[in-house]
């Protein structure tokens, strides 16, 4: 270990030691909006705000999260970023909350219940496959983009075909970075379900 | 432009790990949403990507900010660590009582919100009731509350009566935080400086605020 490294390290222990609360507290001060903004977005996206307002979720989310996190705070560890450390808190409670909106237990697992391991994994390889820039010829290409929605179309050609990344993306069309990153996200995934439908269409007509 | 591999096999792997992220976040997958999230607990550019994504997806969802959150967070960190943290509320509201909590689900089920038809009689039971509310409204508090009233109720009942509750302590505090801003001073030198949109720790002893 560099003397850099031990120098980091001992700082790491003396400020874990001092006052973990203090600092774990200093750390949610700094960035609850930030966490707070997630939470909202998972509890939108998931709907399990039902009829109810979402922000009003969210901070009985963030409440128990707070408490949660302040109930250990010799867990945190100060030299890694706060924000995610506390967003997985917030998981752990939506979580609970889903099970409970469950009207019924599901005779399924909850792993069963899961997506399938690595799908998205695969959707993103199959974009990158089929559109890469030097496997395709432009008739091809024109082909599959074909097969979605023409914001989507946009955002794929730039992301896979002319190889520009989230930040790049959303300064060509205008929009934040993560903006940009969840149009291509949600493109790629609307890919993959055009892509496998047609190619269903295809194998079902040949086989007839 | 040629880019070195490594940083096209790095930047790939974010690629990856957001289209995972924002994914599962569409599919309510939260097991997933934790994996990547454990991953940024080591990786602060990654950690930076994904906040970038959630202030987009907040701000798809058109939601508002609320300032006042940051006083409320405030009171509920400064009752985790009573000593060397700023109190500077004048006067502490009354507590919340049970009745106060019941009237609120009753308010609520009149303005259309759904509760629980079944349990009417048991917070019909419990409007004035005036037990406080525990200082901490976990699943384990409300249970012994509850216990301890024997007003009866379904375990969804007292789930909602502790949303309600955490609802109408978080608003109270806001509230209370609103009038102890507007009872403070303006610019003063050392302690007291002016509050602006509820972002900004002060503390008592003139250190330099905490900034967001």
Not at chain 1, 27 to 32: K, L, T
Not at chain 1, 174 to 203: F, N
Not at chain 2, 124 to 145: K, Q, V, Y
């Amino acid at each position: 270990m560099g003397e850099h490294d031990l120098t980091q390290a001992q700082s790491a222990i003396a400020t874990r030691a001092v006052a973990p609360a203090h600092i774990l507290g200093d750390a949610i001060a700094r960035e609850y909006e930030s966490v707070r903004r997630g939470i909202a977005a998972m509890v939108w996206t998931s709907g399990l705000a039902g009829h109810g307002d979402v922000n009003d979720v969210a901070d009985e989310v963030l409440h128990d999260v707070v408490l949660r996190a302040m109930a250990k705070p010799e867990a945190y560890d100060p030299t890694r970023p706060v924000r995610p450390w506390l967003l997985k808190f917030a998981t752990y409670v939506l979580m609970n909350r889903r099970e409970k909106a469950m009207r019924r237990p599901s005779p399924l697992s909850l792993e069963a219940r899961r997506p399938a391991a690595g799908g998205a994994d695969m959707e993103y390889t199959l974009a990158e496959r089929l559109l890469a820039r030097d496997d395709f010829t432009e008739t091809r290409a024109a082909e599959l983009l074909d097969l979605v929605a023409p914001a989507d179309r946009e955002v794929l050609k730039l992301h896979y075909v002319e190889g520009f990344r989230g930040k790049e993306v959303a300064a060509k069309i205008g929009t934040t970075e993560g903006a940009a990153r969840a149009r291509i996200s949600r493109a790629t995934t609307r890919l993959a379900v055009a892509y496998h439908a047609a190619e269903h269409t295809t194998q079902k007509g040949g086989r007839q | 432009m040629t880019r070195p591999s490594s940083h096209n096999d790095r930047e790939r792997g974010y690629e990856l790990a957001l289209h995972r992220y924002i994914k599962a976040l569409d599919s309510a997958d939260f097991e997933t949403v934790a994996e990547v999230l454990t991953l940024a607990e080591t990786d602060p550019e990654l950690d930076r990507r994904i906040a970038a994504v959630n202030d987009a997806i907040y701000a798809e969802a058109g939601l508002t900010p609320r300032e006042q959150q940051a006083q409320t967070v405030r009171k509920l960190l400064a009752q985790h660590i009573p000593s060397g943290m700023p109190q500077p509320e004048p006067e502490a509201p009354a507590p919340l009582t049970v009745g106060d909590v019941a009237a609120k689900l009753q308010a609520d089920q009149a303005t259309g919100r759904p509760t629980l038809l079944s349990d009417r009689d048991t917070n019909t039971r419990l409007l004035g009731n005036t037990t406080p509310l525990p200082d901490r409204m976990t699943e384990a508090a409300i249970t012994r509350l509850a216990t301890d009233l024997g007003a009866g109720g379904s375990e969804r009942y007292w789930e909602e009566f502790r949303h309600a509750a955490t609802r109408l302590g978080m608003a109270r505090a806001s509230g209370h935080a609103r009038l102890a801003a507007r009872h403070q001073r303006p610019t003063q030198a050392g302690t007291n400086r002016p509050r602006r949109g509820g972002t900004r720790w002060q503390s008592s002893d003139g250190e330099p605020d905490a900034e967001q």
